[in-house]
């Protein structure tokens, strides 16, 4: 049966995050960020890279698979029934589709796959509705929600 995790690195730190990644024995990292920066120190495309080549995860971004500026907008404003649309649509692109692909066959590949963006709930984050959108490619698709621990020194993006 395919597998994929899906993780967010809000409020937490790198160590705790590397940890969790680790412990989920994930072996690539799939960003799905449409930019791939970040103010959090250890997040951005990299530094992340690097990160995670400390505990042998591959590291690729697939920029098709991060939400659009008005998406993102909706997201940051809480307004993620509005997020989610704007999401869903920008999947019916060329690029997203094609980003789709690529990780529909890494999912069915031998490496445990975990995609990653910045919200610590999934359920306010389009990495679910990549995880949804690769289920009905791979109908038997298992997707797991890592979360790591907080930090309760943390900032926000």
Not at 24 to 38: F, I, N, P, T, Y
Not at 56 to 77: E, I, N, Q, S
Not at 88 to 103: F, I, S
Not at 125 to 138: D, F, I, Q
Request: net charge positive; hydrophobic share 40%.
């Amino acid at each position: 049966m395919p597998t994929l995790a899906t993780i967010g690195y809000e409020g937490t730190n790198v160590p705790r995050f590397l940890a969790t990644v680790q412990a989920a024995g994930v072996q690539l990292l799939v960003d799905v960020r449409a930019v791939a920066s970040s103010r959090r120190p250890g997040f951005a495309k990299t530094a992340l890279a690097a990160n995670l080549a400390t505990i042998g995860v591959d590291y690729l971004h697939l920029r098709g698979l991060g939400t659009p500026a008005d998406g993102r907008v909706a997201a940051r404003a809480g307004k993620h029934a509005e997020m989610h649309r704007i999401f869903r649509e920008h999947m019916r692109t060329e690029k997203a589709l094609g980003d789709l692909l690529t990780l529909e066959d890494l999912v069915k590949g031998d490496r445990k796959v975990c995609i990653l963006c910045f919200e610590a709930d999934p359920a306010h984050c389009h990495r679910t509705l990549v995880a949804e959108a690769l289920g009905k490619r791979l109908p038997r698709l298992a997707v797991r929600h890592l979360r790591p621990e907080q930090d309760s020194d943390a900032d926000d993006e």
